[in-house]
């Protein structure tokens, strides 16, 4: 759901004041308020003890039958909740457990329409739904609550059966340690650490993505994340040239297909699972739940997709590697546009993501610019490169890695010259992947003609935005709203984000959002620090479930913890955004 809000603390409802008072007096408030406006439920913000020693809290309530829902938070202490240290003593354990947690509060939950409660996707993020406590344990489960109010009336009775009995049967059924599901949530907390552990583990096996055997990659649709069912479901098997074995904490040997560091090409014909196995890297940044079929498909967390993006603005940046003499003599090392070209677009967007720290980069060129991917030996000898500005990437992609550590993937079906500069060429047959190296090499070894256009990359140029350019007010008050996964509202501008494909879904856009304030709000964008400088202490706010407490602090709403990449590339795409050279 799209929503708005104020600026923090001025739009919180806070408890402060009220005191915790039990569930038989709030029983008694409803009773007391049925027939009375609906305004009169801001009267009961605040927290109310539950039996069994868990509380609710009324974060916000509800301005009036057609608004956002209510925002509810029930806490459950570590000892009443009582799931087993060893499922919790760390910060991926943790984000586990709440990604269980959460998972099974919305199926609890799934039967009553008031109840709304984000637990995702396949994607297991720290999400501000759900947290698990550091020191004990302790579970909270933040969701809305549509409060009734037929003609704008409260309805007490309806209002005593949402929060003083289905709450509680909530979380005695989702948020406490139930034997049945031992085997089950012990599974969900393995899976996920055997994930992160298997990311943590690809630099030092000089790797940048990992695919294990028996993963199944294709989803059920472009709508549906899920994976796809059906007889005729190839699992991936790793080709033997490129088959690594690693020991994950729980899983043991684990053996699957490595793709090194350097320039990797994944060619084939259509229809062969090219692009299939690129978006499986693409959400390898991201842990998945038990079952998804891709939870040891995973990919450095620095990897960055990259796409043309027609019409997307470009503000002063250094893009002269690809984009240089423009015939009105534009200066391409200080670039700007409101109305970027696919070519400029692209080339724009691979410099800030290396601005931003990517070290790898996704391409498929079924999205990307083709003049900005190459210019072949008939083209060059039709148009003489002092009159072309571009230069394309197969020129300098290897220079990418050499001299400044950046890998790239790319999935390449219609030129043959990236065999020239690839340092591995795995192809996709019947959706089976096989190591071509040695045969592309000879057929790269014969003459084609071409020459090359550059010689390296250069490097980019570090920015420093302005802060005052990054204003998410309208009157006086915040507004940030997610519409979707492709949009996001900042301020009075609406932001295009379906050129960034790493977004898992609307609370993740939410929590983009949400980081660009603080980088405004903690001062990290101060008009001296470069873009780079800024996240790098965004990092440090967002590391683990501290992000989700950085974040709620903005605003306690549904929302996923980002990357510094997406909140870079969001940064990129405000239409006020100015910057300093």
Request: hydrophobic letters at 40%.
């Amino acid at each position: 759901m799209a929503q708005s809000f104020g600026n923090g603390e001025h739009m919180r409802q806070q408890a402060g004041g009220h005191g915790r008072k039990e569930r038989s007096g709030l029983d008694r408030e409803l009773e007391r308020l049925d027939g009375a406006p609906y305004g009169r439920y801001k009267g009961l913000v605040g927290a109310w003890e539950l039996p069994g020693g868990a509380t609710l809290e009324l974060v916000r309530s509800q301005a009036d039958p057609f608004a956002p829902p209510a925002r509810v938070a029930v806490h459950v202490p570590g000892r009443q909740a009582g799931f087993p240290r060893e499922l919790w003593d760390s910060p991926v354990r943790r984000r586990a457990l709440a990604g269980y947690v959460v998972r099974r509060a919305a199926r609890e939950a799934a039967g009553e329409s008031a109840y709304q409660v984000d637990a995702g996707g396949q994607e297991v993020l720290d999400r501000g739904s759900c947290t698990v406590g550091a020191a004990d344990g302790s579970v909270t489960l933040r969701l809305g609550v549509a409060l009734p109010g037929p003609r704008r009336r409260i309805d007490g009775r309806d209002a005593r059966r949402l929060l003083c009995q289905g709450l509680p049967r909530l979380a005695e059924r989702a948020l406490r340690h139930a034997a049945p599901d031992e085997a089950a949530v012990r599974e969900f907390v393995a899976t996920v650490e055997d994930s992160d552990a298997l990311r943590a583990a690809l630099p030092g096996l000089g790797l940048v993505a990992f695919l294990a055997d028996g993963a199944l990659l294709p989803r059920r649709s472009g709508a549906d994340d899920r994976p796809a069912r059906g007889s005729g479901l190839v699992p991936f098997l790793a080709p033997d040239e490129l088959r690594v074995t690693v020991r994950l904490p729980h899983a043991g040997p684990v053996t699957g297909m490595g793709i090194p560091e350097g320039v990797t090409l994944i060619v084939g014909g259509g229809f062969h699972g090219k692009s299939t196995l690129l978006r499986g890297l693409e959400s390898g940044i991201w842990d998945h739940a038990p079952g998804d079929g891709r939870e040891r498909v995973v990919a450095r967390h620095d990897t960055v997709k990259i796409r043309a993006e027609d019409g997307r603005r470009v503000e002063r940046v250094d893009v002269h590697a690809f984009v240089d003499h423009l015939p009105g003599g534009a200066d391409t090392t200080d670039f700007s546009t409101p109305d970027a070209s696919g070519s400029t677009s692209q080339a724009a967007s691979l410099c800030e993501a290396v601005e931003a720290g990517a070290r790898v980069l996704l391409i498929d060129e079924d999205t990307a610019a083709t003049n900005l991917m190459i210019r072949d030996a008939r083209m060059q000898a039709l148009v003489a490169k002092e009159r072309e500005p571009l230069t394309p990437l197969v020129d300098s992609v290897r220079s990418l890695h050499r001299d400044h550590g950046v890998s790239t993937v790319l999935v390449m079906g219609g030129s043959g010259d990236y065999l020239e500069v690839a340092d591995r060429v795995v192809m996709l047959d019947a959706y089976r992947p096989y190591d071509v190296t040695g045969r592309a090499r000879e057929i790269a070894a014969r003459n084609t003609g071409r020459r090359a256009e550059a010689d390296s990359f250069p490097g980019v140029v570090p920015r420093r935005p302005d802060p005052s350019s990054l204003d998410s007010t309208v009157r006086g008050r915040s507004r940030i709203r997610a519409r979707g996964t492709d949009h996001l509202v900042f301020g009075e501008h609406e932001l295009d984000l379906r050129a960034v494909e790493q977004l898992a879904d609307a609370p993740h856009v939410t929590g983009v959002g949400l980081a660009m304030e603080l980088l405004v709000r903690r001062g990290h964008l101060d008009g001296r620090r470069s873009l780079a400088e800024a996240l790098d202490l965004l990092d440090l706010d967002l590391d683990g479930q501290d992000g989700v407490a950085a974040l709620r602090s903005v605003y306690d709403d549904d929302f996923a913890v980002p990357r510094r990449y997406e909140v870079a590339a969001a940064v990129n795409r405000l239409r006020t955004l100015r910057v300093f050279r």
